[in-house]
């Protein structure tokens, strides 16, 4: 193999290498925002159990009925928007 295309093999595997680190970057990024979100749900559903709203009985089930069963007048807990109730 020639000089030209020995370097021209490894710029290439370096770029891949390079596109991969920012990918898996990315990634990570995304799966700590939606950790975030996900944590915030269930915060909101512990202090609404505490406050009374809500029996801390209910189901994962149940709780993801309630979501479906939103009313307008009523703004949806947190938990219902990012799915925190799984």
Request: charged share 20%.
């Amino acid at each position: 193999m020639t000089l030209v295309v020995r370097l021209a093999m490894k710029m290439k595997l370096e770029y891949h290498i390079y596109s991969m680190k920012i990918f898996l970057k990315i990634l990570l990024v995304l799966f700590i925002i939606g950790a975030f979100f996900r944590w915030m749900g269930h915060q909101e559903l512990k202090s609404l159990i505490e406050e009374g709203y809500l029996d801390s009985d209910y189901t994962q089930l149940e709780l993801a009925m309630l979501c479906e069963k939103h009313d307008d007048d009523v703004q949806p807990i947190l938990g219902c928007i990012t799915g925190g109730v799984w």
